[in-house]
């Protein structure tokens, strides 16, 4: 006797449904993107500490935090939120202020706003004692499936102090070039570049930076880009004698290539 295999016909076999293709869903705040990650790590702990909250009503509450360490003194904190009416989801809620103070003196602050149906406005600040340290204001827009967010920090609009910066941007028929300069402050400034040539189909984007050690004497400059080239030059001037030396390497990972040299300028 033989074997005879039966075969069923094309309409007796069940059909896959089609697949459904649903639209992706708002990634959220770029703040709560990492905080799932975190959560899942420990926080370190060292020495005793002791938190008291305290609910006061149904937009407000505090806590007191005595932190007691053998690395420094015993410290104090006290936290106060206010929660507004608007509650959009579980974890947000508008307006919300959030602040955190110390027996120093020192504070941390945020405020939180809801502008528009998908704009909302975040500001930031922190005080050493009785002088502004830190200024952020974030404003961040929703859309269907993408957040874009745009971050302003520690600008001086009385005095304009913190705004050191050029922004340049030439477009053509071969390309595009982009650079922006920014001077932190006296010892630190960064330099990022962007390059695009529609002729050689290339793009390549910089990012550099310049140190400044006056009480050394030194100057260091480093540039990383997209080419996977990793570069620095260091320089030091001998006084009293007009002498600089400078000692350089770059190192491109992608076609495995190092160079270094040195040099020595007199006057």
Same mark, same amino acid.
């Given at each position: 006797m033989?074997?005879?295999l039966?075969?069923?016909?094309?309409?007796?076999?069940?059909?896959?449904?089609?697949?459904?293709?649903?639209?992706l869903?708002?990634?959220?705040?770029?703040?709560?993107?990492?905080?799932?990650?975190?959560?899942?790590?420990?926080?370190?702990?060292?020495?005793?500490k002791?938190v008291?909250?305290?609910?006061?009503?149904?937009?407000?509450q505090?806590?007191?935090?005595?932190?007691?360490?053998?690395?420094g003194?015993? *410290?104090y904190?006290l936290?106060a939120a206010?929660?507004?009416?608007?509650?959009?989801?579980?974890?947000e809620?508008?307006?919300?202020?959030? *602040?955190d103070?110390?027996?120093?003196?020192?504070?941390?602050a945020?405020?939180?706003?809801?502008?528009?149906e998908?704009?909302?406005?975040?500001?930031?600040f922190?005080?050493q004692?009785?002088?502004?340290?830190?200024?952020q204001?974030?404003?961040e827009?929703?859309?269907?499936?993408?957040t874009?967010?745009?971050?302003?920090?520690?600008?001086?609009?009385?005095?304009?102090?913190?705004?050191?910066?050029v922004?340049?941007?030439?477009?053509g028929?071969?390309?595009?070039?982009?650079?922006?300069?920014h001077?932190?402050?006296?010892?630190?400034q960064?330099?990022?570049?962007?390059?695009?040539?529609?002729?050689l189909?290339?793009?390549t984007?910089s990012f550099?930076?310049?140190?400044?050690?006056?009480?050394?004497?030194?100057?260091?400059?480093?540039?990383?880009?997209?080419n996977?080239?990793v *570069?620095?030059?260091?320089?030091?001037?001998?006084?009293?004698?007009p002498?600089?030396l400078a000692?350089?390497?770059?190192l491109n990972?992608w076609?495995?290539?190092f160079?270094? *040299?040195?040099s020595?300028?007199?006057?």
């Open positions: 033989g074997n005879t039966g075969l069923a016909p094309m309409g007796a076999l069940p059909r896959r449904s089609p697949r459904r293709e649903e639209p869903p708002n990634p959220g705040s770029f703040d709560e993107l990492h905080r799932l990650c975190k959560d899942v790590f420990p926080a370190q702990m060292e020495g005793v002791l008291v909250n305290k609910v006061l009503s149904s937009h407000f505090v806590a007191h935090t005595v932190h007691m360490s053998a690395l003194l015993p *410290g904190h936290h206010y929660a507004g009416d608007w509650q959009l989801s579980p974890t809620v508008f307006p919300t202020v959030v *602040g103070m110390d027996s120093s003196g020192s504070l941390n945020q405020v939180l706003l809801l502008l528009a998908r704009l909302r406005a975040k500001a930031v922190q005080t004692q009785a002088k502004f340290l830190t200024w204001f974030d404003g827009y929703r859309g269907d499936d993408y874009a967010t745009l971050t302003l920090g520690n600008p001086d609009l009385i005095g304009e102090s913190a705004v050191h910066w922004a340049t941007l030439n477009v028929s071969g390309g595009a070039h982009a650079s922006y300069y001077k932190a402050n006296e010892q630190v960064v330099g990022v570049e962007f390059e695009a040539n529609t002729r189909q290339d793009t984007f550099g930076y310049h140190l400044t050690l006056p009480q050394a004497n030194m100057v260091f400059r480093g540039l990383v880009d997209s996977w080239c *570069g620095a030059v260091l320089e030091k001037k001998m006084p009293p004698l002498v600089t000692l350089g390497a770059f990972h076609r495995n290539r160079h270094c *040299g040195f020595v300028t007199v006057g």
